[in-house]
């Protein structure tokens, strides 16, 4: 008589996640959730989420195993890097937006994903989290939040559990959530597109400023130009007085906003020459919603004129680590009109592997 092996159980998920609260993922990617569809980067230190507008702005979220209680990433062999295990990173390595990645990669809809993490009412209480009544030609109300955290224990409530599961290339991204005995799965189609996941490249060995001040600073004076209904946002820097302006012009009135470089309003600045760039407003109006929530901000540039927004949010609950949602804008060239977008993808794709080293942190 023949014996008979076991049989092979089918393989696990290549990713597992498990929160006990959709509220800080929910309205980590809501600051992202301009755009419809979401590039998706799963790796043994994160899972990062980014968005494009126009070519010309990239918008990352990284949710590090740190705000998760589970964690797991078990890539096939096909995934595998050859030679040795690396080393754990450190923690300013685990939101390393220039190294390469060798985890999967894919694209989802971002907006069927927020409506999922929101099922059981993550979202129920957002317009109780601004101040004021008058709003943007975007909906966005001016002024600072009147919420004083992203995750105000009183702003949304508690669901059970939120679990996030991928089996591999050609499976859906699945999110489970449980609440008081209820479990909904979601089943988010991952598709691969033609588009580029390579970032715009910040060249660190040519910066040529870094601002770091409260996001509430920078959102006041935003609001402030944004009520003008700019085309562009003109950005600039100087060793001398005023050591940091944002000036912006409408049909029938201009407006500047100065910053000096006073320990009280910024925490660190570096600037060896002046350096003066155009952005797009609209763009840049984008990232105010990361910027309503975030505590501080970290402003960098550097010599072709990339600009670098890197906003800290706390996370209070279970003292976790903070987590950075990384903004980067490619400037207006002088040919460009005001309605042109500024030119740059032929950078984006000349983005090479030179920038292994981790991303320097504001912290």
């Not at 159980?9 to 309205?27: C, D």
């Not at 008058?134 to 702003?155: K, V, W, Y």
């Not at 201009?254 to 155009?278: G, H, L, P, W, Y």
């Not at 906003?311 to 490619?330: G, H, M, Q, S, W």
């Amino acid at each position: 008589m023949q014996s008979r092996g076991p049989t092979p159980s089918a393989p696990g998920p290549v990713f597992s996640a498990i929160t006990s609260s959709t509220r800080h993922i929910y309205l980590l990617l809501r600051c992202i959730g301009f755009m419809p569809t979401a590039n998706v980067s799963i790796s043994n230190d994160n899972i990062r989420f980014s968005v494009e507008d126009s070519h010309s702005m990239q918008a990352n979220v990284c949710l590090t195993p740190d705000l998760f209680s589970s964690y797991n990433y078990t890539p096939s062999t096909i995934l595998l890097p050859d030679g040795d295990a690396n080393p754990p990173p450190s923690s300013a390595e685990r939101f390393n937006l220039e190294a390469e990645d060798d985890g999967v990669r894919f694209q989802i809809s971002l907006s069927a994903l927020l409506e999922c993490l929101q099922i059981f009412g993550a979202d129920s209480n957002k317009d109780k989290q601004f101040g004021g009544g008058i709003s943007n030609r975007d909906g966005m109300p001016f002024g600072r939040p009147a919420a004083t955290s992203l995750f105000e224990q009183n702003t949304l409530r508690l669901p059970g559990t939120c679990r996030f599961v991928y089996q591999g290339p050609g499976f859906p991204l699945s999110i489970i959530l449980e609440d008081s005995g209820v479990t909904t799965t979601c089943h988010l189609t991952t598709f691969v597109t033609p588009a580029t996941y390579d970032l715009i490249p910040f060249e660190r060995s040519s910066m040529t400023h870094k601002i770091i001040l409260k996001a509430a600073w920078l959102y006041d004076a935003l609001s402030e130009l944004d009520s003008l209904s700019p085309e562009t946002l003109t950005y600039t820097t100087s060793p001398s007085k005023p050591h940091f302006s944002l000036s912006a012009s409408g049909v029938l009135s201009q407006a500047s906003v100065d910053f000096s470089n006073n320990k009280s309003i910024m925490e660190t600045f570096q600037a060896n020459t002046e350096n003066c760039n155009r952005y797009k407003f609209g763009l840049v109006r984008k990232a105010m919603k990361a910027m309503s929530v975030a505590s501080k901000v970290s402003l960098r540039g550097d010599e072709p004129g990339v600009l670098s927004m890197q906003y800290l949010i706390e996370v209070p609950e279970k003292n976790l680590a903070p987590t950075f949602i990384d903004f980067r804008f490619l400037p207006l060239t002088e040919d460009d009109s005001d309605t042109e977008r500024g030119s740059g993808s032929d950078g984006s794709e000349d983005a090479n592997g030179d920038d292994d080293q981790a991303d320097e942190m504001m912290l």
